[in-house]
């Protein structure tokens, strides 16, 4: 049986001439046959004993500097049978192998040769319109994804945040499902960030990340550690300011000119106005801290509280 390809054939016509042989070299068992395996004849099983015998005993033998002389000798003459045997097991894979490179040769030539080319070709071509066929794809998840983002009145957002992974098994309907899916979740989280303290900072975060939850605990922990921080601030500034008005009203009782007295175990006596608050007067609490001798601080006090001062 022969078989033909014409270029007025159809490709319905080339399939079944192909389908043709294919079932012809189902059927035929003698397209390559092996007509005679080389034979080889050794006699490796009459040696085996004495070279096994001669290994061993050269394995048992003590190496020492009397004999070392013969112990390399006959290493020697043992590498000599091996490499011996060696050359002969080499051209005989030689002669076993001459054939079939002839036959490869031959092989190669009417099938390998014929086969790559075309199977290269027709790969190529698969390649290519597989990759139009995803192309389109691509294009139409890019429209509906312009479509759908404009639609939400959403201008941030790029097609490779929906994570899509477009193949030749992906269908329209799964694209278009993602996409929404998507959009939908931002556009309801947009909502969510409308409804919380400082939106416009969250949103910016957001933008960044697509967390509304970790957007808005991101703002809430900035605005939490910048009100501990005016807290803080603050708190400095009074304790200035109370520092200023202790050191100012120390220096008004400086300059009332108190004695400088000895420090020894009775203080001078002053006489000082005595000061008395009205019923009506507030009670206020000033904290200082004065330096001076332990007379004059004495001296202090005993003012104070002459004058009226709930001293502590």
């Known amino acids: 049986m022969s078989f033909r390809f014409t270029e007025d054939m159809t490709d319905q016509e080339r399939e079944e001439t192909l389908n043709e042989i294919n ?4 059927g035929k068992n003698d397209l390559i046959v092996v007509a005679q395996l080389p034979i080889i004849k050794e006699q490796l099983a009459a040696i085996k004993e004495q070279f096994q015998t001669a290994a061993e005993r050269a394995k048992s033998l003590d190496c020492t500097e009397d004999n070392l002389t ?3 000798k006959t290493r020697a003459n043992i590498t000599k049978v091996f490499e011996s045997l060696e050359e002969r097991r080499k051209e005989a894979k030689r002669a076993i192998m001459a054939p079939y490179d002839e036959f490869e040769k031959v092989y190669k030539d009417c099938v390998t040769n014929i086969y790559k080319p075309c199977d290269a070709e ?5 390649k290519a319109v597989e990759e139009s066929l995803k192309a389109e794809k691509r294009k139409y998840a890019a429209d509906f994804f312009t ?3 404009k639609a939400s009145g959403i201008d941030f957002l790029t097609l490779e945040q929906v994570g899509l992974n477009i193949g030749l098994n992906t269908s329209r309907k799964s694209i278009k499902e993602k996409i929404s ?3 939908t979740k931002v556009t309801e989280e947009i909502a969510l960030i409308e409804m919380q303290p400082n939106p416009d900072e969250v949103l910016v975060e957001y933008k960044q990340t697509l967390n509304a939850a970790k957007a808005i605990k991101t703002v809430a922990d900035r605005h939490t550690a910048a009100e501990a921080e005016r807290v803080r601030r603050e708190l400095i500034q009074k304790q200035r300011e109370a520092a200023a008005e202790n050191a100012a009203k120390v ?3 400086a300059a009332q000119n108190i004695p ?4 020894t175990e009775e203080a001078a006596e002053f006489e000082a106005p005595s000061a008395v608050e009205p019923d009506n007067e507030d009670i206020l609490e000033l904290t200082f801290t ?3 001798s332990r007379a004059r601080l004495k001296e202090l006090k005993a003012y104070l509280i002459d004058n009226g001062y709930d001293v502590r």
């Open 181 to 183: 899916a998507f959009v």
């Open 251 to 253: 220096e008004e009782i």
């Open 23 to 26: 079932d012809t070299l189902d």
């Open 290 to 292: 004065v330096r001076g």
């Open 70 to 72: 013969e112990i390399r």
């Open 122 to 126: 027709l790969s190529s071509k698969i």
């Open 147 to 149: 479509e759908s983002t």
């Open 260 to 263: 400088i007295v000895e420090d």
